[in-house]
């Protein structure tokens, strides 16, 4: 009877840990995989900045333990560099950076923000940049299992990057008006008011007429009535 209960209790528990194990592994395979971010936009800078590459995990990923590789590709390679495979913009690798495998001339002015690497934080900041840092960057971590393992960044470098703020404040030219032409405006006005003023003229004019008629013709049978009739006899 003891034995059949330890047997059951056994049992129950066997089942249990297999169903959390089931459990688990469902969570863990339903779980979205991290996709590598970049920036949605170009980067805009002047000569002599200090800028940031934007580029991230989403979901947060711990990528402290894998390798993340910055290179620029379309940059041509360097002949006397083609041999010993320099090729990265930045390269981090065994938890630290790899400066041999470095283009000359990002030497000593690149950096990962290492203590956000936990966080899925792959950013690259170059000092200094320069003209010829201009171009298509790419974020890539090869070990990375997700479908989407790298992405692409865009850095513009002008020799004027408020070239258009400064001509936002260039102050533009007020024409001074002419007198000449004040006087031309002024004298057409004078000619339209009169020419407006030409049929009002002629409005006024036609009815002193009319009235002036009027009076002529109310005043004709007056005169008659005090006419005298050459027939009638003349009375002493």
Not at 75 to 90: C, I, M
Request: contains cysteine; proline residues 8%; glycine residues 4%.
């Amino acid at each position: 009877m003891v034995l059949l209960r330890g047997f059951e209790l056994l049992s129950s528990c066997l089942l249990l840990l297999v169903l959390l194990t089931l459990l688990t592994a469902h969570r863990t395979e339903a779980r979205e995989p991290p996709l590598v971010i970049g920036s949605g936009g170009p980067i805009r800078a002047a000569p002599g900045d200090d800028i940031i590459l934007p580029c991230h995990l989403e979901p947060k990923y711990n990528v402290e333990g894998l390798t993340v590789e910055w290179s620029k590709p379309d940059l041509e390679a360097d002949p006397a560099e083609r041999l010993s495979r320099v090729e990265y913009v930045h390269l981090y690798r065994d938890r630290r950076e790899v400066p041999d495998m470095k283009i000359r001339s990002y030497l000593r002015r690149t950096e990962l923000f290492t203590d956000d690497l936990k966080d899925g934080n792959i950013s690259l900041k170059i000092k200094n940049v320069t003209l010829a840092d201009r171009g298509t960057y790419r974020c890539f971590i090869p070990k990375l299992k997700s479908p989407v393992t790298a992405s692409t960044v865009q850095l513009v470098v002008a020799p004027q990057s408020n070239q258009s703020f400064m001509e936002d404040m260039t102050p533009h030219p007020t024409k001074i008006p002419n007198p000449e032409e004040h006087e031309e405006t002024d004298v057409a006005g004078a000619r339209f008011h009169l020419l407006a003023l030409i049929p009002v003229a002629v409005c006024v004019l036609l009815i002193l007429v009319v009235g002036v008629a009027a009076c002529l013709h109310k005043r004709k049978p007056l005169k008659q009535n005090y006419a005298v009739d050459p027939t009638s006899p003349l009375t002493a």
